[in-house]
Every structure is written in structure tokens, then in C-alpha cells.
């Protein structure tokens, strides 16, 4: 690590210490040379995988855009800030996890679509309805019935 000051490539840690999230690196250094003592910053830098639309252009992954989806589907739900972030985190997670550098936009709808899900049927129904471009009213009515079955097969195993 060069010196901020003099700009001489020998320099000592003097002390690291990890923050209290354990997610940064913090050291304290002194230069060899000039003797003056600086403090640098280690993070861990994730690469989220590039989004590859159907249309077959790509873009950059943002997590911005992502809440912004899961927000409008959520709209007059009752659901939690901490439920979206919850949710927002367990796809980032499963984008990180796969290890692909790029990702289908349909592999990432289908993502969004199991925690709406799992959050607010309502939701899901509406995130659906546009995701998958529904054409005609029998298309509503088969998703709804994809919910009920699997709404009544969870009700039946907690009893």
C-alpha cells in the first residue's frame, strides 16, 4: 500500500480491527519513510450477475430497480419494509450463489415470483399478471387457482 503522503510503497500495519458488522477490514499504517500514519478500509467486493433480457441486450443488476418491482407489486399490501428487504436480500443472495456471471431476466422473474409468493398472494397475482403478460381473463383465473391449490396443500399439513 503506497503512503498517501510521500507515495513510498513501504508501509506497516500497525493494527486491524474488524467492524462491528464483520463485513470490513479496518487498518491503521505508518510509512517507512515519512513516518506518518494513515487508515485504510478492506470490503468485500460481490459481483452480481449481469441481467440478459429476453430481448438479448444486458445491463447492469440493480437492487434499486429490484425493490421497485417487489414495492409495486406490494402496493396497499400488508406487508413489512423488513419483509421487501428480507425478500430484496434472499434473491441476492441465490444471485451470488449461482456463481454466473450473467443471469436470464426470466431466471430472475421466476425468482421474484417465489417471494411474492411467499409474502402476499395478492401480490404474486398482480407481479404475474404482467410478468407473464396475461392475454385473457382465463389466465387470472388458472394463476388464482395455482394459489388456492397450493394455499389449501399448506393449510393441510399444518393440521
Not at 436470464?104 to 410478468?131: C, P
Request: aromatic letters at 6%; a positive charge; hydrophobic letters at 35%.
Amino acid at each position: 500500500m503506497k503512503c498517501p503522503y510521500c507515495h513510498h510503497d513501504d508501509t506497516q500495519v500497525i493494527d486491524t480491527r474488524v467492524s462491528e458488522e464483520g463485513n470490513v477490514m479496518r487498518r491503521r499504517r505508518r510509512c517507512a519513510q515519512c513516518d506518518k500514519r494513515f487508515t485504510t478500509y478492506e470490503r468485500i467486493e460481490l459481483i452480481m450477475p449481469v441481467i440478459v433480457k429476453k430481448n438479448g441486450s444486458r445491463s447492469e443488476y440493480e437492487s434499486a430497480k429490484l425493490r421497485a418491482s417487489l414495492m409495486l407489486a406490494l402496493r396497499k399490501r400488508p406487508v413489512s419494509a423488513e419483509a421487501v428487504d428480507n425478500a430484496v436480500q434472499s434473491i441476492e443472495e441465490k444471485l451470488l450463489a449461482s456463481g454466473e456471471r450473467e443471469i436470464m431476466s426470466v431466471q430472475l422473474g421466476e425468482l421474484v415470483m417465489r417471494e411474492l409468493k411467499r409474502l402476499d398472494k395478492i401480490a404474486y397475482i398482480r407481479f404475474a399478471s404482467v410478468y407473464k403478460s396475461f392475454e385473457d381473463i382465463s389466465e387470472f383465473a388458472e394463476a388464482i387457482q395455482e394459489v388456492n391449490v397450493e394455499h389449501r396443500a399448506a393449510s393441510k399439513t399444518k393440521k
